[in-house]
């Protein structure tokens, strides 16, 4: 079984369905944003990027909202299938140097069929 | 290879024995991030090494760990006198820089079993 401490935020959603993941960020200056997708078993996989003179960009099924002012990141996943289910994290960076990448909590989704 | 690659993919040591994980980046990357991941958790940042400047090493939990990278390429990740709350799945990344607004890729991950 899992092992007791932080549990991942979860959501379920109908396979069709549209599904949001939120994040929320806390370095005002960070520059560029990542969501990556995790399957069990495996690393990250990069999903879609924003820069922080976007708002929104859109890539396959898959949109990025930027907001920030309240410093919050969205990802919509649209007619959602059996293998979005996974971990989904935001990541940020600063851009002037120190390229660290930092990664939010993490949700889990799951596609009911 | 095409991707990042870790070795070994699992890992189990008795508590206290020393361990070293590898990382191959994608050849060419300058950026290169070592990542702790325990069951069920999100990505805590350990160490990142950029080109030839000097590594941040913010993220290491304790003088324990250590993590050196060669050459501009292949890192190691060093746990020493490892204890149970060590277990867990060690990611590493890698990076261009030809572009900073760059996207990193990630390998399959260490998964080290401290019993």
């Known amino acids: 079984g899992e092992s007791v401490g932080l549990h991942l935020p979860t959501l379920s959603v109908q396979e069709g369905d549209n599904s949001i993941i939120n994040c929320a960020y806390s370095n005002s200056a960070s520059d560029y944003f990542i969501w990556y997708k995790q399957e069990s078993g495996k690393g990250p996989q990069f999903i879609i990027d924003i820069r922080s003179n976007m708002d929104k960009r859109q890539g396959q099924r898959v949109t990025v909202l930027l907001n920030k002012t309240v410093k919050h990141l969205s990802l919509q996943i649209a007619a959602t299938q059996p293998g979005d289910s996974a971990v989904y994290f935001c990541a940020e960076s600063i851009d002037f140097g120190n390229e660290k990448l930092t990664f939010g909590t993490g949700t889990r989704l799951t596609i009911i069929p | 290879g095409a991707g990042v690659s870790q070795s070994p993919s699992n890992k189990v040591t008795e508590k206290g024995k020393d361990v070293e994980l590898r990382c191959d980046p994608i050849?060419?990357?300058?950026?290169l991030y070592w990542y702790r991941q325990s069951l069920g958790q999100g990505l805590e940042f350990l160490i990142y090494f950029q080109g030839n400047s000097a590594p941040d090493k913010s993220g290491l939990p304790s003088d324990r760990f250590s993590a050196e990278r060669t050459g501009g390429s292949v890192s190691t990740l060093t746990i020493q006198r490892t204890q149970q709350e060590d277990s867990a799945v060690y990611l590493c990344?890698?990076?261009?820089?030809?572009?900073?607004?760059?996207?990193?890729?990630f390998g399959q991950g260490t998964r080290l079993t401290v019993v």
């Open positions: 050849s060419g990357h300058t950026a």
């Open positions: 990344a890698s990076r261009t820089d030809r572009d900073r607004n760059t996207e990193a890729f």
